[in-house]
C-alpha cells in the first residue's frame, strides 16, 4: 500500500516542480527572443553569390517566383518562416510538382524542387501553345525543344480531373504503340472509345482512327499495308483500323468508306 506524502513534504516538492516548469518556461522564452531578434538569424534578400536562399532541382520553375514565395520573409529571423506554408506555396508555382524548404541555421534556407515532366503539347483557346503533364496540370512553354506529340481534345478550362483522364488515354495509347510512338504528331483522344492519332508518311499526314484497344497491332497493320494502300488510293488520309480483318479509307463524309485490304 503506497504512503502518503507528508503535506510539507508534499507542498515542498509541488513548489519545486512549479518553479522547475517556470524556469523553463523562462529559458525557453528567452532563447526564442534571441532567435527572432539576433541579426545573426536574418534571412537577407538574394544577391549575387549569396547563398540565403538556396534553390536545388530547378530548371523550368522561375526563381523569381520562387524567391517571391519568401518575399516577406526577408529581413528577419528564419526561425519564424513557416516551413510547411512555404512548401504549400511552392507547388502553385508553375512547373513545380513539390517541393521541400529545410532551415539552415543560422540564416539560410535551401529549396529543393521536383519538376513536373511534360507529356504533350497542348493548343491554348488563345491558340497559344503549351505542355501539359501527366496529371494534366498546363504548364506555360519551355525553352528546351521537346519531341512530343499534340495532344488534342483537352481544354485549359476542363477541370483538372478530366485533363487528368485524358492525358491518361493519350499514355496508355503511347506505351502499347512502344518505339512505335516516337513517329505520332497528333493524338485526339476527345471520343474514348475512338482515338485518332496522326503520323507523317512519305510526306503526307496520315490519321489512323485506332478505337480503344490493340493499339500496337492495328499500327503494325498500318505500317505493312501502308504501301498496298498508296498504290490503290494515293489520296487516303484517313484510315479506319478498328477492325482487324481489314483497314478502310474514311472519305470526307464518314458514310463514304472504301477497304482497301
Known amino acids: 500500500m503506497a504512503r502518503a506524502l507528508p503535506t510539507p513534504r508534499w507542498i515542498a516538492w509541488t513548489v519545486a516542480s512549479a518553479l522547475v516548469l517556470v524556469a523553463a518556461l523562462y529559458a525557453f522564452h528567452r ?54 506554408d512555404r512548401r504549400d506555396s511552392l507547388r502553385n508555382v508553375d512547373w513545380i510538382k513539390d517541393a521541400s524548404v529545410a532551415r539552415f541555421w543560422p540564416n539560410r534556407i535551401v529549396v529543393g524542387v521536383s519538376e513536373r515532366k511534360p507529356v504533350a503539347f497542348v493548343t491554348l483557346e488563345s491558340g497559344r501553345p503549351a505542355l501539359i503533364d501527366e496529371e494534366g496540370v498546363i504548364l506555360p512553354p519551355a525553352q528546351d525543344h521537346f519531341t512530343l506529340p499534340v495532344l488534342l481534345g483537352v481544354n485549359a478550362s476542363d477541370p483538372v480531373p478530366t485533363r487528368r483522364e485524358r ?66 488510293d494515293p489520296n487516303a488520309s484517313v484510315l479506319d483500323m478498328r477492325l482487324e480483318d481489314r483497314i478502310t479509307v474514311v472519305k470526307e463524309r464518314e458514310d463514304q468508306k472504301k477497304v482497301v485490304k
Open 167 to 232: 492525358v491518361q488515354r493519350l499514355l496508355s495509347l503511347m506505351k502499347d504503340l512502344g518505339t512505335a510512338a516516337r513517329s505520332i504528331s497528333e493524338v485526339d483522344v476527345s471520343d474514348p472509345d475512338n482515338l485518332k492519332i496522326s503520323e507523317p508518311m512519305d510526306g503526307h499526314s496520315i490519321t489512323l482512327l485506332m478505337g480503344d484497344r490493340n493499339f500496337a497491332q492495328r499500327h503494325q497493320n498500318f505500317v505493312g499495308y501502308f504501301a498496298e494502300i498508296r498504290k490503290k
Open 31 to 84: 532563447l526564442e527572443q534571441f532567435l527572432i531578434r539576433d541579426v545573426r538569424f536574418t534571412l537577407n534578400e538574394p544577391t549575387p553569390g549569396s547563398e540565403s536562399l538556396e534553390i536545388a532541382g530547378s530548371t523550368h520553375a522561375s526563381a523569381k517566383a520562387i524567391q517571391a514565395v519568401f518575399a516577406e520573409d526577408f529581413g528577419r529571423s528564419v526561425y519564424l518562416i513557416p516551413i510547411s
